[in-house]
């Protein structure tokens, strides 16, 4: 299996996407510590993954305490031996479907201190073990909406910032055999629903009419005509996490299916 031996951090393992590529990592051999603020949104996944025969553990961390992300990462280091793949998939409280001109200052650039106080602490926590260890992968994801997509709100530039992160942490410490990559992805049919999309626009929420209409237009603005799936997208991070992807570093592998080329 690609990830045998590997001890992972999943941030964001109670989330939708988090929660897949916690379980496409276990189902690849990694010991898995299933890391997120709310234990009970943790606990299904566990659950899942050890039923299916894999090893997983429910972690309480919040990403925004620096304090207690060097504990934890300190701590799974000290359990398992090594840390070898750290991946941060916390939501950031992106505002989107409003011009920038008409939004507020903390819609902007909350999303963006958020998601580079959270990307850089996870990270960091991880780099300083990988580079002691002399190998490692630290993994992000974001929508790739550094390069002119409008009505992002926040989003734009807190994936910018995070596009930047990666590529100079990258940088520094690839002489010690730690890479540092991230996903591109957008729109996920199977993650959204008319809840979450109000809850992320502050509009009324979508009739279910509106709602397959919103999906089938996001199939239609995608090269292959068909939105990335959530398993494409745990399956990218699997391999990129893997040993196989070791030439790979300092850069962002687009899986919006062509929403936009790179
Ligand atoms: N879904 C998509 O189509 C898509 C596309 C592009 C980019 N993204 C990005 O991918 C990331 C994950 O998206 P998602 O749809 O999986 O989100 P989600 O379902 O809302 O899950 C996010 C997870 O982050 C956790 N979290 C939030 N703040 C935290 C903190 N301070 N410390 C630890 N954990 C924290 C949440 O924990 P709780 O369980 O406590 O709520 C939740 O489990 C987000 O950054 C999003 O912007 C998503």
């Known amino acids: 299996m690609s990830l045998e031996n590997k001890n992972a951090i999943v941030y964001g393992a109670g989330g939708s996407i988090g929660r897949e590529v916690a379980k ?4 690849a051999g990694a010991r898995v510590y299933c890391a997120g603020r709310t234990r009970k949104n943790l606990t299904p996944v566990v659950k899942e993954i050890t039923n299916a025969g ?3 553990k429910a972690n309480v961390v919040n990403a925004l305490n620096e304090a207690a992300v060097e504990r934890h990462a300190k701590a799974v280091v000290a359990e398992s031996g090594s840390l070898d793949i750290s991946i941060n998939l916390i939501t950031r409280g992106d505002v989107q479907g ?3 001109v008409d939004m507020i200052a903390d819609d902007v650039t909350g999303p ?3 998601g580079l106080t959270t990307n850089f602490l996870t990270a960091r926590a991880a780099a300083r073990h990988m580079v002691e260890q002399g190998s490692g992968v630290i993994l992000g994801l974001n929508s790739g909406s550094a390069n002119g997509s409008p009505m992002m709100g926040g989003t734009g530039p807190a994936d910018a910032a995070l596009d930047t992160l990666f590529r100079n ?3 520094e410490i690839g002489p010690a055999g730690v890479r540092v990559l991230g996903i591109w992805t957008a729109g996920l049919p199977e993650t959204l629903s008319p809840e979450k999309l109000a809850a992320f626009s502050g509009a009324p929420k979508m009739d279910d009419e509106a709602f397959a209409g919103l999906l089938q237009h996001l199939d239609g603005m995608r090269m292959t005509k068909k939105s990335p799936t959530l398993a494409e997208v745990a399956a ?3 391999f990129l996490a893997s040993d196989r992807a070791g030439a790979i570093t300092g850069t962002f592998v687009n899986v919006t299916s062509g929403t936009f080329p790179s």
């Open 54 to 56: 894999g090893w997983a």
């Open 24 to 27: 496409a990592f276990a189902a």
């Open 169 to 171: 942490l990258a940088n």
């Open 236 to 238: 990218t991070a699997t």
């Open 98 to 100: 409003t011009p920038l």
């Open 112 to 114: 963006v201190l958020t």
